[in-house]
């Protein structure tokens, strides 16, 4: 069982920035690939960024490519989402998720996939 707690959302004006964090319980942290999705009023929930169990290998959507960066810190239990140059169309809550993938696996953009979420955090980015 892995709990998952998000914070640093908030009010920003475009062109600005914010990080996220996501601080997860338990020991087994470094055995799950860590996903950021979000979503916004009448939306579905949409990937927006996953880093692999190690750190090594990261993928973003292409809305979000260049202006964030997923990290994580494994002996912290957490992982980072730092958002540059936001955008209105970034308003949304957004979440942290967690996927106990298996074998050489290493990221995955399916939220169907992910086994654990924490409650959101809503970022609002004003014109």
């Known amino acids: 069982q892995v709990q998952l707690v998000e914070s640093g959302g908030g009010l920003v004006q475009a062109g600005g920035s914010l990080r996220l964090s996501c601080a997860a319980s338990?020991?087994?942290?470094?055995?799950?690939?860590m996903g950021w999705f979000r979503q916004a009023p009448g939306n579905e929930r949409e990937f927006v960024a996953a880093?692999?169990?190690?750190?090594?290998?990261?993928f973003y959507a292409d809305s979000v490519k260049g202006r964030f960066t997923i990290s994580r810190d494994n002996a912290k239990n957490t992982v980072y989402l730092q958002m540059n140059s936001l955008k209105p169309e970034d308003t949304a809550v957004y979440y942290c998720?967690?996927?106990?993938?298996?074998?050489?696996?290493?990221?995955?953009?399916?939220?169907?996939?992910?086994?654990?979420w924490g409650q959101g955090t809503q970022v609002t980015v004003s014109s």
């Open positions: 998720a967690a996927d106990r993938v298996m074998g050489t696996i290493l990221i995955r953009r399916d939220a169907r996939e992910y086994d654990y």
């Open positions: 880093i692999s169990r190690t750190g090594g290998t990261t």
């Open positions: 338990g020991r087994t942290f470094s055995s799950y690939t």
